[in-house]
């Protein structure tokens, strides 16, 4: 029965999880239509519920103090504004509300060969930057947030990555669609091709990380 919130929910798996798992009524937001929509056709969940918003969160219009909970599954490397992120957690959580976040990090100290790797992860990403677990705890406490704990996740999640190399390339390999896709100018993504490795490399020298980092509202 409680309420929380899915930041960046992207085709709503996991809002649904927590929906079904805990009985929860998740409010999941995309900037995506798109997602939204294939988000909907999803079979519901078992219990709770779930409400997909084509909305930014950082103008969303939750009432102040509103969320038991919120999480953030890699979304906030795409978000402009991070200070206003937490802020934004900040005033939609009740006094003693949790949130949990998934991120994609940079190391504290890259070199200058890893900021260029780092930098070309974001331009084709289009991302508009990553930070250090340092500089998120920085925010969080900024914002009047306490930071429960972290944990850092890199060598579990460096392996998805080869995963999806071998997928990958055993696509280009025995279905056209793949070599159609990537041959279309139109298909912006195909740019994945060439970020691929480039994560891959990032993760493997110690330039990414991928941490979790829990956060709680003052009583």
Request: charged content about 30%; overall charge positive.
């Given at each position: 029965g409680h309420t929380v919130a899915d930041i960046g929910c992207g085709y709503g798996a996991a809002a649904r999880w927590v929906a079904s798992s805990f009985g929860a009524r998740v409010t999941a937001f995309t900037l995506s239509a798109a997602q939204a929509a294939q988000a909907e056709r999803a079979p519901a969940p078992d219990r709770g519920?779930?409400?997909?918003?084509?909305?930014?969160w950082l103008a969303n219009e939750l009432p102040d103090a509103s969320l038991e909970a919120a999480m953030a599954i890699e979304s906030l490397a795409h978000m402009a504004d991070k200070p206003g992120f937490f802020r934004q957690l900040e005033r939609t959580l009740k006094p003693g509300g949790r949130a949990a976040l998934a991120c994609w990090l940079v190391a504290d100290d890259p070199s200058w060969f890893e900021r260029r790797i780092l930098e070309k992860i974001c331009e084709e990403g289009r991302l508009p930057g990553m930070g250090t677990i340092a500089d998120y705890t920085t925010l969080a406490t900024a914002a009047g947030?306490?930071?429960v704990g972290h944990r850092d996740l890199t060598l579990e999640v460096e392996r998805t990555w080869w995963i999806i190399a071998r997928r990958l390339l055993a696509g280009l390999l025995t279905r056209r669609?793949?070599?159609s896709f990537l041959l279309n100018r139109a298909f912006r993504e195909r740019v994945f091709l060439f970020t691929l490795p480039r994560l891959m490399l990032a993760y493997r020298t110690g330039a990414m990380r991928y941490g979790l980092l829990w956060l709680q509202k003052p009583e």
């Open positions: 519920a779930v409400r997909y918003l084509v909305a930014d947030l306490r930071v669609r793949y070599i």
